[in-house]
């Protein structure tokens, strides 16, 4: 059904008060928006540095250009699935020195560490007939496998590359954080055997060659499902699975240096950045009101609003895991979606005009003009959105950040134009 003007306009109202309550300066204690806050970039805020080395004495010379680029990949990987925007990870290579620098903004360097640093490298153990297998020195088992299966425990053919997904939950009997795995249709074959063959004997579960946990197996797991429950907090559950899931290092990192990093622009470039975007929008706020008189001041309150809600949007977003980090890049795809949201204004506007010169009714005028000048707003901003996601998806660090603020600020721009302005002008002219 479609709704009033008037049901519309009063939408719009509430909506402005609350994008007004939540941009406000959060002071007080009893403020509601205290906790609410810019989530900002490395060139703004800084962050934390963290320097590898990466272990190749286990792989050959021919294969470590293209070990080092996997780990990079799994970084990344791993780091998406936190929720941290925009970093900066990076690959050094000095004669047989290979090295891996990350970069995080808004992290400190203890979660940074927890993030990056395990090489979650996941194994199944078994103990062996006795007897039968070769029994190896100490050092050649992962930590506590000798105590719990016997000095000839063997590794077993399932890995955490059999790994579909993994998630965390909770024990229904104390509560306390699990993490539950699934495995492909080949890692569920594996395990299916292992539990057969291995039925009221101990398998350990490794992780960084150290046994986890080690439960009994009292029947033939088919399903392909398997829980680790190792005395994990909410935080090491989480950390676990998301590495598990971002898959396992190719190869150990050991760690070189550790350090805050200081902002690159500071906050007088942040500020300059701000007042020219501010000077901006005071300037097509003019050049609309003296090229379109009454509909021009509507159009500006309209781009206020949408300023507004924006800013909104990227406030809200800190309280969540996909924070929107604000960089200089993303500034700027900001400020360049307001010239586009004007745009829009410019196109329906001219139309109007043109309705009017051929002697149709400001009612009419207004009607068709919307309706005949949404397809170029549809069309134009459906090629921005579709350059928006490939830069994305193929993109890094700060052109992700722009990529993203743009996409936004177009989504809500085609709401500006078409919902606010239309509703305001209706108003005005019933």
Not at 38 to 57: E, R
Not at 65 to 85: C, T, Y
Not at 317 to 333: D, F, N, Q
Not at 400 to 429: D, E, H, N, P
Request: with cysteine; aromatic share 8%.
């Amino acid at each position: 059904m479609k709704k009033s003007p008037r049901t519309l306009l009063w939408s719009i109202i509430l909506l402005t008060i609350a994008v007004i309550a939540i941009n406000l300066p959060s002071k007080g204690q009893l403020s509601f928006t205290k906790s609410l806050s810019f989530k900002q970039g490395l060139d703004i805020a800084g962050g934390t540095s963290l320097t590898f080395k990466a272990d190749m004495k286990e792989v050959s010379s021919d294969q470590k250009e293209k070990a080092l680029d996997g780990v990079r990949a799994v970084i990344e990987r791993r780091i998406n699935f936190f929720g941290v925007s925009e970093p900066i990870v990076q690959t050094a290579v000095s004669n047989d020195d290979y090295r891996v620098i990350v970069e995080l903004p808004g992290v400190n360097i203890n979660q940074a560490k927890n993030i990056i640093g395990t090489t979650a490298q996941l194994s199944f153990w078994e103990a062996g007939a006795t007897g039968s297998a070769k029994i190896a020195s100490p050092s050649a088992y992962p930590l506590g496998a000798i105590e719990i299966l016997g000095p000839d425990a063997k590794k077993t053919n399932l890995s955490g590359r059999d790994l579909q997904e993994t998630s965390v939950g909770f024990d229904a009997n104390t509560g306390k954080p699990q993490v539950q795995l699934k495995f492909t249709g080949d890692g569920a074959r594996k395990f299916a055997d292992i539990t057969k063959r291995n039925l009221d004997k101990v398998l350990a579960i490794v992780l960084d060659d150290q046994v986890i946990e080690a439960p009994r197996v009292n029947q033939a797991i088919l399903t392909g499902d398997a829980v680790i429950s190792g005395g994990f907090t909410n935080e090491s559950a989480s950390i676990l699975s998301t590495s598990l899931n971002a898959g396992a290092l190719p190869v150990p990192l050991i760690p070189l240096q550790q350090h805050g990093v200081d902002a690159t622009l500071g906050q007088e470039s942040l500020l300059k950045s701000l007042f020219a975007g501010g000077l901006g929008i005071i300037i097509i706020v003019i050049f609309m009101t003296v090229l379109y008189g009454k509909l021009g001041i509507v159009a500006s309150a309209a781009l206020i609003l949408y300023t507004l809600s924006v800013l909104s949007i990227f406030k809200l977003s800190s309280i969540t895991p996909y924070a929107i980090t604000l960089t200089l890049s993303g500034i700027a795809g900001f400020i360049l979606s307001i010239g586009m949201a004007v745009d829009a204004n410019i196109l329906i506007f001219e139309r109007i005009k043109e309705e009017r010169r051929a002697g149709r009714s400001w009612h009419e005028s207004l009607e068709l003009g919307f309706s005949r000048a949404w397809t170029s707003i549809r069309d134009s901003n459906i090629s921005s959105l579709i350059t928006c996601f490939v830069l994305y998806q193929f993109g890094t660090g700060s052109v992700k950040g722009f990529a993203l603020t743009l996409a936004i600020g177009v989504l809500i721009s085609m709401f500006s134009a078409i919902v606010v302005t239309r509703t305001l002008l209706r108003v005005i002219y019933k």
